[in-house]
């Protein structure tokens, strides 16, 4: 038998009607998934609650590098451009 081409599978998927080409999307999606060790993404929120003071001044600080880079920047010239 010889082995199917990505060119073939694309043909057939767009002769399936919409709800078979979400299923194949689904089982395309979990089959990586798998297949990569099934390393699912992890939701980031949170993880960095209490990591940090709760005084820190975000808005000053970043208005100091802020200020500076252009400072540095007006002195030594436009680095491009």
Same mark, same amino acid.
């Given at each position: 038998?010889?082995?199917?081409?990505?060119?073939?599978?694309?043909?057939?998927?767009?002769?399936?009607?919409?709800?078979?080409?979400?299923?194949?999307?689904?089982?395309?999606?979990?089959?990586?998934?798998?297949?990569?060790?099934? /390393?699912?993404?992890?939701?980031? %929120?949170?993880?960095?609650?209490? &990591?940090?003071? !709760?005084?820190? #001044? =975000?808005? /000053?600080?970043?208005?100091?590098? %802020?200020?500076?880079?252009?400072? &540095?920047?007006? !002195?030594?010239? #436009? =680095?491009?451009?």
């Amino acid at each position: 038998m010889d082995q199917v081409t990505l060119e073939q599978v694309k043909a057939f998927a767009r002769q399936l009607r919409v709800d078979d080409r979400i299923s194949l999307l689904r089982w395309l999606a979990e089959h990586v998934r798998v297949r990569a060790g099934g /390393r699912v993404p992890k939701s980031l %929120r949170g993880v960095f609650k209490g &990591e940090f003071p !709760e005084n820190v #001044e =975000l808005d /000053r600080f970043l208005h100091e590098v %802020r200020t500076e880079w252009e400072k &540095e920047r007006t !002195e030594g010239g #436009e =680095l491009f451009g």
